[in-house]
């Protein structure tokens, strides 16, 4: 069917995303939202619960824009919890609609609860509005999709956006299972594909492929936090979209959970670092001379990442280097970069070169395994790069001017402060 101008959203719906978008933010919270998104008229005033036509789609898509934008970098996290909270209601106050009054759920096997609960919600939608069209797709894995969808009407992005389905889907299996899934929207028609589509994956599932992997752990190493290879996993799929990410695992040979972060955070750091290094080097296969840009772009992001999820420990240091004199922050950002990036201590260091500044990365588990005729740490030079944009507000220079995959005994990055 796809999106048109005249789609619109039925008031029991409108009531359900205003009443859990205000459970979330609070009142001042969803009020602001309304305000940015030309909903005023529902301050103090939600629509009745019944079927009439409440708002344009177009409109209702406008909102979960205004929250996105009310929150920044947290607004997905905080869309998925509106989503979660909108399940909930729905339970609570739309039973009937939802077709899921006295369900008997427990004797039948997961994938069927699962099945289940999602053809409810998809049934629960088409009901409330015929111009609706929403069904479930019976694969290896469970798809549930929208050609309609709602958040994302008239909107474009790069990255899926539909966080609010997210938290839904999310917390409707869990519902119907008493587990937790992670809900990945593979597809999105803000990036221009014909349908909004997501999948269900079952963290136990990936845990369990994992231990079939496991290696004896190999004394003095180089590691890398599993935390950080998923975040740089988290960081791919955004990045990229996860359906690239797919064809660069596939290509690689690689195995598809790779593009879940869930699957390293159960890896000893040994493993993590041989990961990390082999995902890279699919990465630069896959990419080819367009690899380097693509590379740093990444390592950008996953800098930007780490700090947003850092301990508050870490924020509040990031929180002093900002503080200080403009020359004396980049040395102060390093250093944390260095100290986050390291598995043991040391791993990284900074050094000055007066007035040059020279960032060492003695274990660099990106070239484990790895060699080449050029410098491959395009991954650590897009962090380094990006930490000293967020240090200084301004870009500096910066080379891999040794590196291990060409044999030298550390990677040693080169910023050039003086001309
Ligand atoms: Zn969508
Ligand atoms: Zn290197």
Wanted: hydrophobic share 40%; aromatic share 8%; net charge neutral.
């Amino acid at each position: 069917m796809a999106h048109r101008d005249d789609d619109v959203i039925v008031n029991a719906l409108v009531r359900q995303a205003l009443s859990s978008t205000q459970e979330v933010m609070g009142e001042n919270g969803l009020n602001a939202v309304l305000r940015a998104s030309g909903l005023e008229r529902f301050i103090g005033n939600f629509p009745p619960n019944d079927l009439a036509p409440g708002i344009k789609t177009a409109d209702y898509a406008r909102l979960n824009q205004a929250i996105e934008d009310f929150y920044g970098r947290a607004g997905r996290g905080m869309l998925r919890r509106i989503g979660k909270a909108s399940f909930q209601y729905g339970v609570r106050e739309q039973a009937a609609l939802l077709g899921i009054a006295g369900a008997a759920l427990k004797l039948l096997p997961e994938k069927q609860r699962i099945k289940f609960i999602l053809n409810s919600m998809a049934g629960a939608l088409k009901k409330s509005n015929p111009n609706v069209n929403a069904w479930v797709e019976d694969g290896e894995r469970l798809a549930y999709i929208e050609d309609t969808c709602g958040i994302c009407h008239s909107r474009t992005s790069a990255e899926p956006i539909c966080h609010l389905y997210v938290g839904s889907i999310g917390e409707a299996v869990h519902w119907a299972t008493g587990k937790s899934f992670r809900i990945t929207e593979t597809q999105c028609m803000a990036k221009g594909d014909p349908y909004c589509r997501f999948t269900a994956w079952q963290r136990a599932i990936l845990i369990a492929a994992l231990k079939l992997v496991r290696q004896p752990v190999i004394e003095n190493a180089v590691g890398f936090s599993p935390k950080i290879m998923c975040d740089f996993a988290e960081t791919l799929s955004d990045s990229l979209s996860y359906d690239t990410l797919s064809a660069v695992l596939d290509k690689a040979g690689l195995p598809i959970a790779w593009a879940n972060c869930e699957y390293f955070t159960a890896l000893d750091d040994v493993q993590s670092a041989q990961f990390y290094s082999r995902l890279q080097a699919a990465l630069r296969t896959y990419y080819g001379r367009g690899a380097r840009g693509i590379l740093l772009r990444i390592g950008g992001n996953l800098w930007q990442r780490l700090l947003n999820q850092a301990a508050i420990g870490i924020k509040a240091q990031a929180a002093i280097i900002r503080g200080l004199p403009i020359t004396l922050r980049r040395k102060r950002a390093l250093d944390l970069l260095a100290r986050l990036l390291s598995d043991k201590p040391g791993d990284s260091t900074v050094h000055t070169l007066d007035p040059d500044l020279i960032f060492v990365d003695h274990a660099s588990p990106t070239t484990l395994g790895q060699s080449d005729v050029a410098p491959v740490c395009f991954v650590t030079l897009g962090m380094i790069r990006e930490c000293l944009y967020w240090a200084t507000g301004y870009e500096h220079d910066i080379e891999e001017i040794s590196c291990r995959a060409r044999g030298a005994k550390d990677c040693e990055f080169k910023i050039t402060i003086g001309g």
